[in-house]
């Protein structure tokens, strides 16, 4: 029996050491790219920049998850990060909030300040400021790194360690745009990432999510 323990507690201080380098790696490639990086990737024209980062993004957050998930957890991707189980629900339920929390920035706009929708977007806004950021961040946070902490601690914690990791994603493109000291933001995104890890946790699909996520940005991109 103690050697049995002795062994699960081995596999378990492994898989924290692994997670933890993995982790550090993947923060520290995207800094590079966010710090360094980013100037010569916005260097060529609007569509090959926006095709080009998308490129990146895919290679840095998915790609290395992806592998992670199959060869280090081995375990089918799509069953760990929950895209093809209750699909009906997740996409049911991404539409729903995404739709509350526009009604609510339509409010915000039209009612309180008077404004309008600004629908003059960008081909980087779509594919980047969207599609890829609800994609590629959820796979990363919600999908694998939420479960794996999940594993070792009550959810609620593992949530709150999730959401301050998706903040600090945030820092190195905060730092490259000057915004950093904008601490209500700090805030926000934080609070953002408790609600989309608590939206997976209940939904048991990526998909409510990534389509929560994407629309969000929009929304919050067209004000």
Do not use: C
């Amino acid at each position: 029996m103690e050697l049995q323990m002795s062994v699960e507690s081995k596999v378990k201080n492994n898989d924290i050491k692994t997670m933890i380098g993995f982790l550090l790696i993947f923060y520290f490639v995207w800094t590079i790219k966010e710090l360094w990086l980013i100037d010569y990737i916005y260097s060529f024209s609007n569509n090959i920049s926006s095709l080009l980062e998308a490129l990146v993004k895919g290679l840095i957050w998915i790609v290395p998850t992806w592998l992670y998930i199959k060869y280090y957890l081995h375990t089918n991707p799509f069953e760990y990060l929950r895209v093809n189980v209750n699909v009906k629900i997740g996409l049911f339920w991404g539409v729903v909030l995404s739709l509350l929390i526009g009604l609510y920035f339509a409010f915000e706009t039209y009612i309180i300040n008077q404004q309008s929708f600004q629908f003059s977007l960008s081909i980087d806004d779509y594919l980047n400021g969207f599609l890829m950021a609800g994609i590629a961040e959820e796979i990363v946070f919600r999908g694998l790194i939420l479960q794996e902490i999940n594993k070792k601690m009550a959810f609620w914690k593992a949530n709150i360690i999730t959401g301050l990791l998706f903040l600090v994603i945030h820092y190195p493109v905060w730092i490259y745009n000057e915004i950093f000291f904008h601490f209500g933001t700090h805030v926000y995104v934080f609070i953002l990432g408790l609600l989309f890890g608590f939206v997976y946790k209940k939904t048991g699909s990526l998909w409510s999510v990534i389509i929560f996520h994407a629309l969000h940005n929009f929304f919050v991109t067209i004000i």
